[in-house]
């Protein structure tokens, strides 16, 4: 099984796609964007995309919210991924030689009370934490860190200084697992689901929110998450993503039947089953 990620080996998609799929045969395609996961699956309908959607500091990533909705792939799964990070560098170098680390801003900022105590360090942006272990142990840059996952650290050969080194121990990143839609029944059963995500855009009209949350409501759904997207070219006008848990896919069915008329543009995005931690 091919899974499409943005990232290298050793990313934090590669982790979570190895965690999502473990005990099955997988290999990774590791792509430069977020387009390009979405390319791949559309020149190969047995491959599947996995991408982050949101995490617990830094908040949703929107445009890959846009970039589902737009794609026609259907969610079939989510995973939860405990971002953890290490400082690592090249066996031989050590506390006392190391002069800067590299990593992806996001990275060093979820470090940045580890990087104070450490002011002789020099922080550079990189385009990858993964990538960051790799250039190090690929090119011998004595003198250099990384802050990656571990398990990028020992993938290049590198030895971990210090493990854990994240200021805020309680950082998840989501996860969406899409298919072609003919591939949905195949990769997940309706049946076990307990979990969608929605999109639609509303009437700009007094209420127009309230009347579909208050329908859900009704049958007994229990929305997880509501993001609102600007509607490019129509000033105002917004999309909205909505996850939300259900007990029963017909009682799911029937709400989605009830909102169908108010809405515009309603899209039912998949139905998988929560990733429970």
């Known amino acids: ?59 949703s990533l929107l445009h890959n919210y846009e ?32 002069e800067e680390v590299h990593s992806h801003p996001v990275a060093l900022m979820q470090c940045r009370h580890f990087l104070a105590g450490h002011p002789t360090l020099k922080a550079v942006e990189d385009e990858d934490t993964a990538g960051s ?34 200021d805020n121990k309680h950082n998840f990143t989501r996860f969406l697992v899409a298919v072609p839609q003919h591939k949905t029944d195949e990769m997940r059963n309706v049946y076990a689901a307990n979990k969608a995500s929605i ?17 859900l409501s009704f049958y007994k759904t229990n929305l997880t998450k509501i993001q609102s997207l600007p509607i490019i070219g129509r000033e105002w006008e917004y999309m909205f993503i909505i996850d939300l848990k259900y007990t029963g896919n017909e009682r799911f069915q029937q709400a989605i039947n009830a909102i169908r008329p108010l809405t515009r543009d309603l899209k039912l995005l998949g139905q998988y089953g929560e990733c429970n931690l």
Not at 135 to 160: D, P, Q, T
Not at 199 to 215: K, R, T
């Open 67 to 98: 970039l589902l909705r737009d794609s026609g792939l259907s969610v079939v799964g989510e995973h939860k991924l405990h971002i953890e990070h290490c400082i690592c560098c090249l066996p031989e170098d050590d506390w006392d030689s190391i």
């Open 133 to 166: 272990a790799k250039f190090i142990g690929e090119n011998n840059k004595n003198g250099w860190a990384a802050i990656c996952h571990a398990e990028a650290a020992k993938m290049y050969g590198l030895k971990v200084l210090q493990n854990y080194i994240e």
């Open 199 to 215: 999109s639609f855009s509303l009437p700009h009209e007094e209420g127009s929110l309230s009347a579909i949350l208050s329908i």
């Open 1 to 59: 099984m091919k899974i499409a990620i943005q990232g290298l080996k050793g990313s934090f998609h590669d982790i979570a796609a190895h965690q999502f799929f473990a005990g099955k045969d997988i290999e990774t395609l590791c792509c430069n964007t977020f387009e390009q996961v979405f390319e791949s699956v559309e020149k190969d309908e047995n491959t599947v995309a996995m991408l982050a959607i949101e995490n617990t500091i830094a908040g």
